[in-house]
């Protein structure tokens, strides 16, 4: 079910043509799963017009779920699953309303679904402007995805003109590192909530890219192993390869994630030789901050190699943070500020100037406690990633009265157990007066398809 969703909603939107120019240049894209760079089939037909279902049809699906027919309820569940985003309110108000329990856990289980397949879908970007600058499109664009970018060395940044309706949000950002030579930082580690942008990232001209939804993936390089075991007798040498590759979600749309071994159901040369590993190995990859994460698909050298990797499929396990709320804690010139999430309590207090050298500014720190639940020493794994998020304090969280961001500079630690964890944390450039945080506060697991193509083999 929710796959077909899924195909369906990327689906709608592969009739729209977007067209991007950069000086003199025109470059048209259609917007669909086949129009990943490095695919080899031709972009798919476009699809018919879905045709939005009225307010009283979706008011009789919801009513169908009472019945005491199998068939009515399963049907009904289906259509409003196919109505998606546009069903949501109806169900919402329903689910508060009279509803039998039987109604009340289908509601909750549909709209869970709803927002499962609206996350896998990914953000759809509309944007029709004539040549403005590349950071104004890139800050439209991450605005519509709910993140902000942040340049780094990004130097002069070209005019842009963008024509974009209902377009997956990646394919727009593919286009636009194409134009402009900027796109996502590969092992940058900022703030989570911003999409980090420098000059040659992991979308650039060339690169091959599989969209996915909400998420990208884009292989980096290959590395090549061959290795004999002593240990054996009559030793026989064997080879394997990596593929180093990136995983690219949408930072303050999504939190930290886990990233799982890829798991590869076909991989195949231009000989017909089956690539995958008996042993690919089971490593996990711990939280992954700033939307760019890391990880290796392990595959096995044949004994007759082709020339290029026809094929490489399967997808990618991982956790992911969703369901992000925002905390705000001002600073007091005396006394504790504190807030709480999930019985986790967080506080600011001990704001204080710090002597500095002559002729020099000096530096402002404060006491900033995380407390576990009631003192537990065990926390569950949802409280353990929230506790993980709340020790990520940096750029663009920490802000003076007038809302300029602070910058970090150094932090101790100390205390823990029952009395949680204390951080002293000095920063400069203004005086605190709010902290503000942004954690998710829920966890799924994910399986995020791939399908590479026309990879080169080491």
Same mark, same amino acid.
């Given at each position: 079910m929710r796959k077909q969703l899924f195909r369906k909603w990327l689906g709608l939107s592969a009739g729209v043509w977007t067209v991007i120019t950069l000086a003199s240049a025109v470059i048209c894209f259609m917007p669909s799963a086949a129009c990943a760079v490095g695919a080899s089939e031709p972009a798919a037909a476009p699809a018919e017009t879905a045709v939005t279902p009225t307010r009283e049809q979706i008011h009789q699906w919801i009513m169908q779920l009472a019945s005491h027919r199998y068939a009515i309820r399963h049907a009904a569940a289906k259509d409003l699953m196919a109505a998606?985003?546009?069903?949501?309110?109806?169900?919402?108000?329903?689910?508060?309303?009279?509803?039998?329990?039987?109604?009340?856990?289908?509601?909750?289980?549909?709209?869970?679904?709803?927002?499962?397949?609206?996350?896998?879908?990914?953000?759809? +970007?509309?944007?029709?402007?004539? *040549?403005?600058?590349?950071?104004?499109?890139?800050?439209?664009?991450?605005?519509?995805?709910g993140t902000t970018p942040k340049f780094i060395n990004q130097g002069v940044m070209p005019q842009v003109t963008i024509h974009a309706h209902d377009v997956p949000f990646w394919q727009v950002m593919q286009k636009l590192a194409i134009l402009t030579g900027?796109?996502?930082?590969?092992?940058?580690?900022?703030?989570?909530?911003?999409?980090?942008?420098?000059?040659?990232?992991?979308?650039?001209?060339?690169?091959?890219?599989?969209?996915?939804?909400?998420?990208?993936?884009?292989?980096?390089?290959?590395?090549?192993?061959?290795?004999? *075991?002593?240990?054996?007798?009559?030793?026989?040498?064997?080879?394997?390869? *990596?593929?180093?590759?990136?995983?690219?979600?949408?930072?303050?749309?999504?939190?930290?994630?886990?990233?799982?071994?890829?798991?590869?159901?076909?991989?195949?040369?231009?000989?017909?030789?089956?690539?995958?590993?008996?042993?690919?190995?089971?490593?996990?990859?711990?939280?992954?901050?700033?939307?760019?994460?890391?990880? *290796?698909?392990?595959?096995?050298?044949?004994?007759?190699?082709?020339?290029?990797?026809?094929?490489?499929?399967?997808? +990618?396990?991982?956790?992911?943070?969703?369901?992000?709320?925002?905390?705000?804690?001002k600073f007091k010139a005396k006394g504790v500020s504190s807030d709480s999430i999930d019985g986790i309590k967080i506080s600011v207090s001990d704001l204080k100037m710090q002597p500095a050298p002559a002729g020099q500014s000096g530096m402002w720190q404060f006491k900033y406690t995380i407390v576990q639940p009631a003192g537990a020493f065990n926390p569950n794994s949802n409280q353990q990633n929230m506790m993980n998020q709340l020790e990520q304090i940096n750029s663009d969280t920490i802000l003076t009265a007038g809302g300029r961001t602070i910058q970090t500079n150094g932090w101790n630690g100390g205390g823990g157990g029952p009395q949680g964890m204390t951080y002293e944390v000095n920063v400069m450039g203004g005086k605190p007066a709010e902290l503000r945080l942004a954690v998710f506060t829920r966890q799924e697991t994910l399986q995020i398809p791939m399908d590479l193509k026309n990879l080169p083999m080491p």
């Open positions: 998606g985003d546009g069903a949501v309110p109806a169900m919402k108000k329903a689910l508060a309303g009279l509803t039998t329990p039987e109604m009340r856990h289908l509601l909750r289980q549909d709209l869970d679904k709803i927002v499962h397949a609206d996350l896998l879908r990914g953000p759809l +970007i509309t944007l029709d402007a004539k *040549n403005i600058s590349a950071r104004q499109a890139f800050e439209r664009v991450c605005q519509q995805a900027i796109s996502p930082s590969q092992g940058y580690y900022g703030n989570a909530q911003q999409m980090t942008l420098v000059p040659n990232g992991v979308l650039g001209k060339g690169h091959i890219v599989d969209m996915a939804g909400a998420f990208a993936i884009a292989p980096q390089s290959i590395t090549y192993s061959r290795n004999v *075991n002593f240990m054996q007798a009559g030793p026989a040498a064997t080879a394997t390869f *990596n593929i180093q590759a990136s995983l690219l979600s949408i930072p303050g749309k999504m939190g930290p994630m886990q990233i799982q071994q890829a798991v590869v159901t076909k991989a195949v040369d231009n000989h017909g030789n089956s690539l995958i590993s008996a042993t690919p190995g089971n490593m996990w990859y711990g939280m992954q901050m700033g939307g760019v994460a890391n990880f *290796n698909i392990a595959l096995q050298w044949p004994h007759h190699p082709g020339t290029k990797i026809t094929e490489v499929k399967g997808y +990618i396990p991982v956790i992911v943070s969703l369901h992000k709320k925002k905390l705000k804690l």
